[in-house]
T-cell receptor, first 114, second 115 residues
C-alpha cells in the first residue's frame, strides 16, 4: 500500500539556519505530494504541494521538489524563523480508488531557537 | 481561501458520556469529509470517510458503533463518540475538499479529554 516515510524529529535549529526535512514515499501510480504544517493546538494547514514529477512547490520561503527518480519530496527553507516552530507532515494522495484520501508521514517536530 | 470550522475546540467530560463534534465547511460545499485521530506526537490516522447523504466508510480497526458519523448536508458532518472512555481521549481533526483533485482543508481540531 501507499506509505510516507519522514525524517524523525525532533529537529532543533537556531534562527536563520538552513532547514531540510526528508520525505520519501511509496505509492502506486503517480501521486500528488503535499507538506502540511501544524502549529501547537491547531489543525493542519497546507504549506505547499506538487502534482507531477519535477514540480516545485513553494510557499512562505519553504520549497520542495517532486523527485520521481528518488521518490522523494524533501522540504527545505534557507533561513528559518522562530515562528516556523511547528510539526510538519509530508503526505501523498493517489489518483485511484478513494482519490481524495491522504496518507501522512509521522510528522517532524521543528523547534527554532532565537 | 476555503475554511473549515470545527466545534468544539476542547471538551472535557466524564467517562460514559457521548460527545458530538461538528465539522462545517463555511464557504464551500464539501461532498466528502474526512475524520482523523491524532495521538500525542504521532501522525494522523484516518478514521472514516464521510459522504453527504450516505453511510460513512470506516477504516479497518475503527468501530463504527463507537464513532458515529453523520453527513446530513454538503456543509456539515458530525462525529459522535459514544459512551466515551479515557482511551478515547485524543485530538480529532476533520477535513473537507470541495472538488475532485483539490487539496483537503482541515479544521483546527477538537481535543477530547475523558476523565
Amino acid at each position: 500500500g501507499d506509505s510516507v516515510t519522514q525524517m524523525e524529529g525532533p529537529v532543533t535549529l537556531s534562527e536563520e539556519a538552513f532547514l531540510t526535512i526528508n520525505c520519501t514515499y511509496t505509492a502506486t501510480g503517480y501521486p500528488s505530494l503535499f507538506w502540511y504544517v501544524q502549529y501547537p493546538g491547531e489543525g493542519l494547514q497546507l504549506l505547499l504541494k506538487a502534482t507531477k514529477a519535477d514540480d516545485k512547490g513553494s510557499n512562505k520561503g519553504f520549497e520542495a521538489t517532486y523527485r520521481k527518480e528518488t521518490t522523494s519530496f524533501h522540504l527545505e527553507k534557507g533561513s528559518v524563523q522562530v515562528s516556523d516552530s511547528a510539526v510538519y507532515f509530508c503526505a501523498l494522495r493517489t489518483h485511484s480508488g478513494s482519490a481524495r484520501q491522504l496518507t501522512f508521514g509521522s510528522g517532524t517536530q521543528l523547534t527554532v531557537l532565537p | 481561501g476555503a475554511v473549515v470550522s470545527q466545534h468544539p475546540s476542547w471538551v472535557i467530560c466524564k467517562s460514559g458520556t457521548s460527545v458530538k463534534i461538528e465539522c462545517r465547511s463555511l464557504d464551500f460545499q464539501a461532498t466528502t469529509m474526512f475524520w482523523y485521530r491524532q495521538f500525542p506526537k504521532q501522525s494522523l490516522m484516518l478514521m472514516a470517510t464521510s459522504n453527504e447523504g450516505s453511510k460513512a466508510t470506516y477504516e479497518q480497526g475503527v468501530e463504527k458503533d463507537k464513532f458515529l458519523i453523520n453527513h446530513a448536508s454538503l456543509t456539515l458532518s458530525t462525529l459522535t463518540v459514544t459512551s466515551a472512555h479515557p482511551e478515547d481521549s485524543s485530538f480529532y481533526i476533520c477535513s473537507a475538499s470541495y472538488r475532485e483533485g483539490q487539496p483537503q482543508h482541515f479544521g483546527d481540531g477538537t481535543r477530547l479529554s475523558i476523565l
